[in-house]
């Protein structure tokens, strides 16, 4: 089993950088695949990001490509996301999940969540 818990969001301004953090328990951490998400409220929930097991493959959403980036620390059992030039839209809720099977953008295909951090950005 993995526990997830992120951190780092908050309140920034629209052009404004923030980096998320999310970290793991358990020794399989660094077996798994993992994801960012987001979630605004009355939305569905959609991915972000993605980052293999090692590190050597990552995935963009096309609406966060060149201002965001994925990166993991296996022996500190935890991922990142730094975002860059955030826009108002952006805010919502940030996830990160375990990556199990199936598509890197699909939210079935993930398996243990965090319990999300908020980040809002305003105009």
């Known amino acids: 089993q993995v526990q997830l818990v992120e951190s780092g969001g908050g309140l920034v301004q629209a052009g404004d950088s923030l980096r998320l953090s999310c970290a793991a328990s358990?020794?399989?951490?660094?077996?798994?695949?993992m994801g960012w998400f987001r979630q605004a409220p009355g939305k569905e929930r959609e991915f972000v990001a993605a980052i293999s097991w090692n590190g050597g493959r990552t995935y963009y959403a096309d609406s966060v490509k060149g201002r965001f980036t994925i990166s993991r620390d296996n022996a500190k059992n935890t991922v990142y996301l730094s975002m860059n030039s955030l826009k108002p839209e952006e805010t919502g809720v940030y996830y990160c999940?375990?990556?199990?099977?199936?598509?890197?953008?699909?939210?079935?295909?993930?398996?243990?969540w965090g319990q999300g951090t908020q980040v809002t950005v305003s105009s």
């Open positions: 999940a375990t990556w199990l099977r199936g598509n890197y953008d699909d939210t079935e295909g993930y398996d243990y």
């Open positions: 358990g020794r399989t951490f660094r077996s798994y695949a």
